[in-house]
C-alpha cells in the first residue's frame, strides 16, 4: 500500500474507534488526513474520548443518517445469539423502557419483503448506529446540516 493511502487507512481506523486493534507503533508513525493535514496520534487515539452523558436522541445531519447512540454501549453483548440492544429498542418493548423503537426498515429482506424478526442484514446495530463522544473532528470542515433538517 502507498504511504499516504496507508496513512488514510490508518485515520479512517482511528475515526472509527477501531484504532485499539492496532499496536500502537502504527498509531505513533503520524497520521495525516486526506489532504495531508498532520493529526496527532495522540489525539486520534480511541481511549482519550468521553462517551457523551445519557440524553435525548442526537439530531441528524443528513438525510438517511442512522441514528447516533445518546447512551453508552461499553459492555452491550451484539453477537449472533443475542442483541442488548433489543432489551430495549425491541418493538415489544420500547414503550415501557421509553426507548426508540426499531425502524420497519429493519424488518425488510433484501426484496423489501416483511420479516417477522429484524433481518440478519440489520441485526448487528453498531454496523451503522454509533454512540456520540467528545472526539473532535479531525479536519475542520464547512459541513451544512441537509436544508430539511434545519
Request: contains cysteine; aromatic residues 6%; proline residues 9%.
Amino acid at each position: 500500500m502507498k504511504k499516504p493511502a496507508r496513512q488514510c487507512v490508518i485515520a479512517l481506523i482511528a475515526a472509527l474507534g477501531i484504532g485499539a486493534c492496532l499496536p500502537s507503533a502504527v498509531l505513533a508513525e503520524g497520521v495525516r488526513s486526506i489532504r495531508g493535514n498532520e493529526v496527532s496520534a495522540t489525539e486520534v487515539a480511541p481511549g482519550n474520548f468521553k462517551p457523551i452523558p445519557d440524553r435525548a436522541p442526537i439530531p441528524r445531519d443528513y438525510v438517511q443518517q442512522p441514528p447516533l447512540i445518546p447512551h453508552k454501549i461499553e459492555g452491550y453483548e451484539i453477537s449472533k445469539n443475542f442483541n442488548r440492544c433489543m432489551d430495549c429498542h425491541a418493538w415489544s418493548r420500547y414503550q415501557e423502557t421509553g426507548a426508540t423503537k426499531v425502524s420497519l426498515t429493519h424488518f425488510k429482506d433484501r426484496d423489501g419483503g416483511e420479516l417477522s424478526n429484524i433481518s440478519p442484514r440489520r441485526y448487528f446495530c453498531v454496523q451503522c448506529h454509533v454512540p456520540q463522544t467528545d472526539a473532535p473532528p479531525l479536519v475542520s470542515n464547512g459541513f451544512q446540516r441537509a436544508d430539511g433538517l434545519r
